[in-house]
């Protein structure tokens, strides 16, 4: 306990905790711009925290992640384009919402969940992350395996009208997933000697293709170019109630739940949402 008080004795030195703050900030203007993120804010940053100390460069580095993330679900409630691959999911629920008029809405509901999956992320790992490592490091081939053939139940699951269209999109998936060099024996696959698919094919650009060109081919070939209306006096305020919170606490505990179990897997990041 010590030492969690010294540490945040650390963190709300004012320097510290301004310089976070405007990090944080600035990583969600880039998170909220498609194909911009949090790690690209990290990298502008970087070479400036060799001449900080070490103190400072940490908590500037974790303002910037951490507002980075946060922020991707902007982009993709007002205008239906993720801002990262963590927030793909946001774009079938959020995107619709503002669709219906209810863009403030959305917004708090996505800041709230992402302040409440940090928070609680953050003390989960401060008391069990060494139980929980361990407990990642013995998942071998099959528990991952056992995940991959859960992605592909769940794809099946989730077609509406068509399995065939499901299962098709997710083989697509794997096959845009080997194309580079393989992780473990470094051979290239589905290459064809292009140099620049060495390193496989850049998330970002997939995500920019999939999701923001199909948004502005969808809305031109439909005739709506217009943006859809935000009321921005309704911006103010929190926005949810505590009926809210309680007619979806069990959506809330669910979702917490899973996503604490994929982010401390080794190897399996944000945009396995879809599990």
Do not use: H
Request: hydrophobic letters at 50%.
């Amino acid at each position: 306990m010590a030492s969690y008080l010294s540490a945040l004795g650390i963190l709300f030195q004012p320097l510290n905790f301004i310089m976070m703050y405007l990090c944080c900030v600035i990583g969600c203007i880039l998170g909220a711009i498609p194909g911009l993120s949090g790690g690209l804010g990290i990298t502008l940053i970087l070479p400036m925290t060799f001449a900080l100390n070490t103190n400072l460069s940490f908590a500037m580095l974790v303002g910037m992640y951490v507002g980075g993330v946060s922020g991707s679900f902007i982009a993709a409630v007002l205008v239906g384009i993720p801002g990262s691959a963590a927030s793909i999911g946001t774009c079938y629920d959020g995107y619709p919402m503002t669709k219906n008029g209810q863009a403030a809405k959305a917004l708090s509901i996505g800041i709230t969940g992402s302040f409440i999956g940090t928070f609680v992320s953050i003390i989960v790992a401060m008391l069990c992350s060494g139980a929980i490592a361990d407990i990642a490091l013995t998942l071998g081939p099959w528990e991952y395996f056992s995940l991959c053939l859960m992605a592909i139940t769940m794809v099946v699951g989730l077609s509406n009208g068509s399995v065939f269209k499901g299962l098709l999109a997710a083989f697509i998936g794997f096959f845009i997933a080997m194309i580079g060099s393989d992780k473990v024996t470094n051979q290239l696959r589905f290459t064809f000697g292009n140099t620049n698919l060495y390193g496989g094919i850049n998330m970002v650009t997939m995500l920019m293709g999939t999701f923001a060109l199909q948004q502005v081919a969808t809305s031109y070939a439909k005739g709506q170019q217009e943006m859809p209306p935000v009321d921005t006096s309704s911006l103010g305020g929190f926005g949810l109630t505590a009926k809210d919170f309680i007619d979806n606490i069990r959506v809330i505990i669910v979702s917490l739940a899973i996503g604490l179990f994929i982010g401390f897997l080794p190897g399996i990041r944000a945009n396995w949402w879809k599990l």
